[in-house]
């Protein structure tokens, strides 16, 4: 519930702290006392829209705060750990305005954009008046708040938990249908492209070993040229191969008459005849190897200038064939095995929207019995509120299978008629201001005890009206709020003989400049101001004592 309200620099209110308490809170004051500006206040700190024309006069900033103290269960608590700003049991909304009309929004003392606090706002307090455009005016709530009061939530989500993994599997049919639509537009494309990779066979690393071959190729001349000529010096008849064995032989006559000293000479000859000669026979393989491909060139190149061609077309470097060759593949592999996986999709999915229509169905049938209790409960309460020629009807519509969601398979409205013979809509559309806000009263009292907002504001709902209505209204306003907070700003005195709280707005000379106070109301002081409620400016004996009678009667 709101706790406490702290404003300062907004409009005529210079500072002002208010403490609030549960049950049923009465503002009372005269007409252009200020009581308006408290509910604008209250609403900056709920997330409504703030402009400069709020910020007192000579002031450079209006700021607002409120705290609220909440059970753990509330659903603001889930908006605040999803936000990363969970605390205690109690929130804390503080916004800020400046002159220039710049404004900034916070929650427990952390910064926030103005949408997330207005999305608090709304799960904090209702505020109900003659000019209402959200709340049970809104037709989004009524399914939702239908369910609540019959005790239906439970099965309402899991008709959503339901229709989500319907929806999920749906969405992953049409999913696999729509990509095994583009695999067989493809798939002449793919078979074809597939064939010439599987009659190409390329391999990994073939480009850069057939580049190098061919460079071989095209130079064969001068290599050839060169290993002949290499070959001469080292073979010919004065190659380095007959002076190496010349050599040794002179050596190897004389050697053993040098006491050991030609042993390490022998040998290094020995050595270099023997790499020469696996030089002679490197240089010999070459040239075989040269003279076996010199026919090859052409083929090379053809094969070369192939794959280079093939890899351009598909877009992707030539070592990239190979694993094209095999993605293709199973992608021809997948358009074959995507009846099977769709054929089993459609199942769970038709399965999924069994379960789905099933726990709908059920849920739509205990709405319809739900809805004519609602109706009558609301009945009950219109007439004391003097809309006893007023009809309520909670209106279940069946929604053709394109407009189920997870709301399940109905659409809920609130309907009135006011006038006898005369059909019914929207509660805004067919309701005057005042009696617009007594149908918020009557629903409210209905369905309090299902809600989960924990703060209720009534802006003068008694307009209009006076004596037994009056007290009707006060009547059921007390028992309101038994079940959640109420405030209530009021000009009739039978309602607010009946507040458990009573707070009194007035303007009053700070200086020279006007201000706007609130001060609490008790015992004499209470009864003063419903006296003058009564009889106007000026406050009879009798007066006094009907305000008394008041008080006693709505204790």
């Given at each position: ?15 002002l ?10 503002l ?17 700190a ?6 400069s ?6 002031a ?13 269960a ?6 605040l ?16 305005i ?8 916070f ?7 103005v ?7 709304a799960e904090?307090?209702?505020?109900h ?9 809104d037709?989004?709530?009524h399914r939702?708040?239908?369910d ?16 989500r ?13 729509a990509?095994?639509?583009r ?21 990994e ?24 000529a ?13 002076g ?10 004389i050697?053993?008459?040098a006491g ?8 290094a ?8 000669a696996?030089?002679?026979?490197s ?7 040269i003279?076996?491909d ?16 093939t ?8 070592d ?13 592999a ?8 769709l ?26 019995q ?19 020629r ?6 279940i ?7 189920w969601?997870?709301?399940?398979i109905?659409r809920?409205a ?11 809509g ?9 009696e ?14 299902s809600?989960?907002v ?24 007390a028992?309101l ?5 109420v405030?209530?700003v009021?000009h ?10 009573h707070?009194?707005v ?47 009667g709505?204790?």
């Open positions: 519930m709101l706790a406490a309200l702290s404003i300062r620099d907004v409009v005529l209110i210079e500072r702290s208010l403490n609030f308490q549960g049950g049923l809170s009465v009372t004051g005269e007409t252009g006392a200020g009581k308006s500006i408290l509910l604008d206040a209250l609403g900056l709920l997330g409504a829209r703030g402009d024309g709020l910020v007192r006069h000579g450079e900033q209006a700021s607002v705060i409120a705290e609220f103290d909440l059970r753990d509330h659903p603001v608590h889930d908006i750990r999803e936000q990363a700003l969970d605390g205690d049991d109690t929130v804390v909304l503080r916004r800020t400046n002159a220039d009309g710049r404004s900034r929004a929650v427990n003392d952390q910064p926030v954009g949408g997330l606090l207005r999305r608090l706002g904090l307090v209702e505020v008046g003659q000019f209402d455009t959200h709340g049970l005016l037709p989004r709530t939702g708040l239908l609540a009061h019959a005790g239906l939530v439970t099965l309402a989500a899991q008709a959503a938990a339901a229709w993994a319907w929806h999920q599997l749906e969405q992953a049919r049409l999913q696999a249908e990509e095994i639509v695999a067989r537009a493809e798939e002449d494309y793919l078979r074809h492209a597939l064939a010439e990779l599987d009659a190409l066979e390329p391999c690393g073939e480009e850069a070993q057939l580049a190098e071959t061919r460079s071989v190729l095209m130079h064969r001349e001068k290599l050839v040229e060169a290993i002949q290499a070959h001469g010096e080292l073979a010919g008849d004065r190659g380095a191969e007959r190496l064995a010349a050599a040794l032989r002179l050596l190897g006559r050697a053993d008459r050991g000293r030609l042993d390490a000479a022998v040998a000859i020995d050595r270099a005849a023997a790499e020469t696996e030089a002679v026979a240089l010999q393989a070459c040239a075989a190897d003279e076996l010199a026919s090859a060139l052409e083929t090379l190149e053809e094969r070369l200038f192939t794959l280079r061609a890899a351009r077309k598909h877009g992707v470097a030539v990239a064939l190979v694993t094209l060759r095999t993605d293709l593949g199973r992608r021809l997948l358009i074959e095995d995507r009846g099977d996986a054929g089993a999709l459609s199942r769970q999915a038709e399965q999924a929207r069994a379960v789905f229509r099933e726990i709908a169905e059920r849920l739509s049938n205990l709405r319809r739900a809805a004519t209790g609602l109706d009558l409960a609301v009945a009950q309460e219109l007439a004391p509120l003097k809309l006893d007023a009809r309520f009807r909670t209106v519509e069946r929604l053709g299978e394109a407009d969601g997870a709301g399940g109905d809920v609130f309907l009135v008629a006011t006038n006898p013979g005369a059909p019914p929207p509660l805004n559309k067919i309701a005057s201001g005042g617009l806000a007594r149908f918020m009263l009557a629903l409210k009292v209905v369905l309090a005890q809600g989960t924990p703060t209720l504001v009534f802006d003068e709902v008694d307009t209009g009206i006076g004596g037994a209505v009056a007290a009707a209204v006060g009547e059921r306003l028992r709020g038994q079940d959640v907070q405030l209530v009021t009739s005195p039978q309602v607010a003989a009946r507040g458990a709280h707070l009194r007035r303007k009053a000379l700070a200086g020279d400049r006007v201000v706007t106070d609130v001060e609490g109301l008790d015992g004499d002081s209470r009864r003063e101001e419903i006296a003058r409620m009564l009889s106007g400016s000026q406050v009879t004996a009798e007066a006094r004592a009907a305000a008394a009678a008041l008080i006693v709505g204790a």
